[in-house]
């Protein structure tokens, strides 16, 4: 990642924080558009699922390139509860939270790439990217 930046994540204000930094870097990135508010639409999920599920944690975001593309990297890092069954938390719909189950899922199909790895008990890491057009 190019230029990282942390936020850290423990209250929602933080999300919002997270929410506009990742908007301005992604437009210093090249972004235009419509693809700032889907950046950070997907950004506020994961977030949103720090504070929810492992209370604290931290996005870094900063810009990225392979093979001569530009793009925007998320990275959503806590050391919550983990998460037991990735596939179904990748579901439209589930939730152990009795909410609507579509962050994630609706993060994923923001980005072009997104990776979770989780240990139930140990934490859980989102990462995300989203190449320029
Ligand atoms: N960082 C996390 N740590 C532990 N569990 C998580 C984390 N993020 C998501 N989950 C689990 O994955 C489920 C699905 O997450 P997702 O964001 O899609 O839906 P939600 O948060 O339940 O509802 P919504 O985001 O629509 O308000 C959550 O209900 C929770 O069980
Ligand atoms: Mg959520």
Do not use: C
């Amino acid at each position: 990642m190019i230029d990282e930046r942390r936020v850290p994540i423990d209250r929602d204000v933080d999300i919002v924080t997270a929410r506009q930094l990742g908007r301005e870097l992604a437009a210093e990135a090249g972004f235009t558009g419509s693809d700032l508010t889907l950046i950070a639409t997907a950004i506020s999920e994961v977030a949103r699922n720090i504070v929810v599920y492992a209370e604290r944690g931290e996005i870094r975001l900063g810009r990225t390139d392979r093979n001569g593309r530009e793009g925007i990297e998320v990275v959503a890092a806590d050391e919550g509860p983990g998460i037991p069954d990735i596939q179904q938390a990748m579901q439209d719909g589930f939730s152990t939270g009795r909410s609507l189950g579509l962050g994630l899922p609706g993060a994923r199909r923001l980005m072009d790439e997104f990776e979770i790895v989780s240990e139930v008990g140990k934490g859980t890491v989102v990462t995300m990217r989203k190449w320029r057009p």
